[in-house]
């Protein structure tokens, strides 16, 4: 996951891991050689359109709002066509009412009219305030789960290891976070909720108690999941 710093310079760009304290929890109750959390990369205001969010202080969001304002009137200068200009000017008002493109509202139909355009804020948008900078591992942790994504673990033998998707992954999906070849043989997901995992005292103390459950590739992954795949090498 990428995640834009718009006018925000107390954070440096580069790899950053999510210090999620609930991999600690995992860390206590399962031997493993390794923990490993799981990783965000920010990078600069330059790579703001191509990343999956933004986090943007709140004396820059007025800022990264007229970027795609700016975009939109010379946009609309050029006399696209009307599917275009309609949705062009619907978007056009909700910036001038401080709402980014990704919480405009907008239909299947109207994102296609304007799918050829990259807009700074058709992704999550969010505001750091000044306080939040001197805390930024939890920062991060908010800006992640705002931006839709959450994890699920695996633990055990090499590594305890928190893994970011999107929220709403199926297990299928989930399982190509970890590798492509455990995603095409896949064949079920063994799952204990974080929960019953907490409240059992660990894994095996879970599956004795009989809360782990076989999940098909259709399952939506939950926060914090433990999981073990089941696949065809």
């Known amino acids: 996951m990428k995640i834009s710093l718009f006018g925000i310079r107390e954070i ?3 790899k950053h891991n999510l210090k999620d304290l609930r991999l600690d929890q995992a860390d206590k109750l399962v031997q493993a050689d390794k923990r490993t959390y799981a990783q965000i990369d920010l990078v600069g205001e330059e790579e703001a359109l191509t990343a999956d969010a933004v986090l943007v202080s709140r004396e820059s969001r007025s800022d990264l709002l007229l970027k795609d304002l700016e975009f939109i009137e010379t946009r609309l ?5 009307e ?4 949705v062009l000017a619907k978007i056009q008002t909700r910036l001038e009412n401080e709402e980014g493109v990704f919480a405009a509202g907008l239909t299947k139909e109207e994102l296609q009219a304007v799918v050829a355009h990259n807009f700074y804020t058709n992704k999550p948008v969010i505001i750091a305030e000044t306080s939040d ?7 991060m942790l908010r800006a992640v789960k705002e931006s ?3 994890s699920f673990l695996t633990v055990g033998g090499k590594e305890n290891r928190a893994w970011l998707i999107r929220k709403g992954a199926t297990a299928w999906e989930a399982a190509g976070a970890i590798h492509t070849d455990i995603q095409k043989g896949f064949i079920r997901a063994e799952i204990i909720s974080f929960e019953d995992f907490l409240q059992a005292g660990g894994e095996t103390q879970a599956k004795r108690a009989g809360k782990q459950r076989l999940e098909t590739k259709q399952y939506v992954m939950q926060d914090y999941d433990l999981t073990n795949f ?3 090498k």
């Open 133 to 139: 900078l001197g805390v930024a591992e939890t920062l």
């Open 83 to 86: 599917a275009e200009k309609a």
């Open 230 to 232: 089941r696949f065809n």
């Open 12 to 14: 440096r760009p580069g």
């Open 77 to 81: 200068s050029r006399g696209p066509q």
């Open 148 to 150: 839709g994504y959450i």
